[in-house]
C-alpha cells in the first residue's frame, strides 16, 4: 500500500508562506491517484485544502483557493502543499493523503502541526 | 455549498451496545459520493465506508452504512473498545470533499 510522509516547517510567521511536502513510497506519484491535503485544526474537525492529479490537474477548496497551490514533482515522487498569507486561523495539523477513486481517501500521512506565530 | 450535519455530537455507550450515527445532507446527494471515517486521538483518520454502504479493506463486518437522499448512518452493531473515537462523514461533490463536524463515540 501506498504509504505517505509529510514534512515541512513546524512553524510560520503570520504574513509568510506555509510549505509542505508529501513524500511518496510504495508507488508511483504518477500512478492514477488524486493527492490530497486536509487540515485540522486543534481540537476541531477536517477540512479538505485541494488535490492534483499527476498531470497537475488541480481541484481546491474555494474558502482556500486565492491562496494555495498543490504542485506535484515526478522526479522526487512527492507533491507539495503552498499557502500563502498565513495567519493564526491556519495553525492546524496538515494531512496528505489519497484518492484512488470513488470519491473517497482511501489513505493518509501521519499529520504533521504546522503553528503560525511570532 | 452542500453541508453536513452529523448527530449525535456525542454519543455515549457501552462495549457490545449498538452505535447509530447520523449524517444529514442539506440537499440530497448521490450515494456513491458519501464516506464515512474513524478518527482515534493523535491519529489520522481511517477510512471504513465508501459509497454509502461498501467497507473499506479490513473493516469488519460489524461496521455498515446504509441512507440515501439527506439522511445517512453508520450503525456499529457490537461496540467493541477500539470502536470508541471521532466519526466524520464526507461528501464529494462539485470537485471538492466537505466533512461533517464529527461525532464523538465515548464509552458510558
Known amino acids: 500500500q501506498v504509504q505517505l510522509q509529510e514534512s515541512g516547517p513546524g512553524l510560520v510567521k503570520p504574513s509568510g508562506t506555509l510549505s509542505l511536502t508529501c513524500g511518496v513510497s510504495g508507488g508511483s506519484i504518477s500512478s492514477s491517484n488524486w493527492w490530497t491535503w486536509v487540515r485540522q485544526p486543534p481540537g476541531k474537525g477536517l477540512e479538505w485544502i485541494g488535490e492534483v492529479w499527476h498531470s497537475g490537474s488541480t481541484n481546491y477548496n474555494p474558502s482556500l483557493k486565492s491562496r494555495v497551490t498543490i504542485s506535484v514533482d515526478k522526479s522526487k515522487n512527492q507533491f507539495s502543499l503552498e499557502m500563502s498569507s498565513v495567519t493564526a486561523a491556519d495553525t492546524a495539523v496538515y494531512y496528505c493523503a489519497y484518492s484512488s477513486g470513488w470519491w473517497r481517501i482511501d489513505n493518509w500521512g501521519q499529520g504533521t502541526l504546522v503553528t503560525v506565530s511570532s | 455549498e452542500i453541508v453536513l450535519t452529523q448527530s449525535p455530537g456525542t454519543l455515549s455507550l457501552s462495549p457490545g451496545e449498538r452505535a447509530t450515527l447520523s449524517c444529514r445532507t442539506s440537499q440530497s446527494v448521490t450515494s456513491k459520493y458519501l464516506a464515512w471515517y474513524q478518527q482515534k486521538p493523535g491519529q489520522a483518520p481511517r477510512l471504513l465506508i465508501y459509497g454509502t454502504s461498501n467497507r473499506a479493506t479490513g473493516i469488519p463486518d460489524r461496521v455498515s452504512g446504509s441512507g440515501s437522499g439527506t439522511d445517512f448512518t453508520l450503525t456499529i452493531s457490537r461496540l467493541e473498545p477500539e470502536d470508541f473515537a471521532v466519526y466524520y462523514c464526507?461528501?464529494?461533490?462539485?470537485?471538492?470533499?466537505?466533512f461533517g463536524q464529527g461525532t464523538k463515540l465515548e464509552i458510558k
Open positions: 464526507q461528501l464529494y461533490d462539485n470537485s471538492r470533499y466537505t
